[in-house]
């Protein structure tokens, strides 16, 4: 098994196919990580440089763990403690690194399309880690294999990806990946934080009405407000927000069923998620974050260009 790419920089590069491989090839990672011992030597011998130009808990941990438990060598970078305050460039910082012979580079940055500028110029296999506000595909993949766990499938499930869609990466892939395997999306908030041509642009419904969509959707997958990356006022406050579109425990009692309730993290308790939800029997949030090892160690895998003979 194998994708059809030999970097993963989107979810809008990928197949269904390379989809379905890495979410099964995640499935049996899962079972190895269910046992005494966790790591495998999948990928001894193969050394890896993790480049977090942006801040990160649950990403930048997760594929460090999940390259410790393929026996991965691995190496950390963070531009705080680099010579990147000195003025290097992202070209120079990267080529300096693979020529300490690093076989696979894993990227967050700020910037949209700096994985993909990379990509065009260095030899190794690069995992975009999340860029700038275009995508974060390991964030959807491990979604996906969330949703698949849960609901017992992909297809036909009515998802709603609920909050700041202008500004996130994560809904971006998210909407690419559940489109490309026939899922239902729904993107809820603010007329200010929906891209005013996404309906046509990616298939997806539009709803400015919290309650109408959750009573839609078999699953909500809500979004932070990314203050960090918005230049312009886009709504009136934090307070209105979370009374127009925050989810609480009441809004979710007074629904006809039970929906499943997901976040990507980091969660602003209290604003897009009350914690009597993000805590509830209702919310994924934390199998989101144990699943996000299985899919990485997967993509990993797949993209090293191993294959199991040569355990
Ligand atoms: N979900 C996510 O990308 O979280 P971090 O920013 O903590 O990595």
């Not at 190794?124 to 996906?144: C, F, K, M, R, V």
């Not at 006022?233 to 069923?257: C, H, P, Q, T, W």
Request: net charge positive; proline share 4%.
């Amino acid at each position: 098994m194998s994708l059809s790419s030999k970097h993963l920089l989107g979810i809008r590069d990928l197949t269904p196919a390379d989809i379905s491989i890495i979410l099964k090839t995640a499935t049996q990672f899962k079972e190895v990580l269910q046992r005494p011992i966790k790591k495998v030597p999948s990928l001894r011998d193969v050394t890896i440089v993790n480049l977090f130009f942006e801040n990160s808990t649950r990403t930048r941990i997760s594929f460090e763990l999940a390259e410790r438990r393929l026996s991965a060598d691995v190496i950390n970078f963070t531009t705080s403690a680099s010579s990147v305050s000195k003025g290097e460039t992202l070209l120079d910082t990267v080529n300096n690194i693979l020529s300490m012979k690093v076989d696979m580079v894993v990227m967050r940055h700020s910037a949209s399309g700096a994985p993909h500028f990379l990509a065009q110029h260095i030899p190794a296999a690069i995992i975009n880690a999340g860029d700038g506000i275009n995508e974060h595909p390991t964030q959807a993949l491990l979604d996906s294999f969330s949703i698949s766990e849960k609901i017992g499938k992909l297809k036909g499930t009515k998802v709603a990806i609920i909050g700041d869609i202008m500004h996130s990466r994560v809904a971006q892939s998210n909407i690419y990946l559940l489109k490309k395997m026939g899922v239902e999306v729904t993107v809820c908030g603010p007329p200010t934080l929906i891209p005013k041509y996404i309906s046509q642009a990616l298939n997806v419904n539009v709803s400015y009405n919290l309650k109408e969509t959750l009573e839609w959707c078999d699953v909500a997958n809500v979004l932070r407000i990314q203050l960090e990356r918005q230049n312009q006022v886009l709504f009136s406050s934090l307070r209105e927000y979370s009374l127009a579109y925050g989810i609480n425990r009441r809004m979710l009692d007074s629904l006809k069923k039970d929906i499943v309730i997901m976040h990507p993290g980091p969660i602003n308790r209290g604003v897009e998620l009350d914690s009597d939800v993000a805590d509830s029997r209702q919310s994924i949030i934390l199998q989101q974050v144990e699943n996000g090892v299985a899919v990485r160690m997967a993509v990993l895998y797949l993209l090293s260009g191993r294959n199991p003979s040569d355990n």
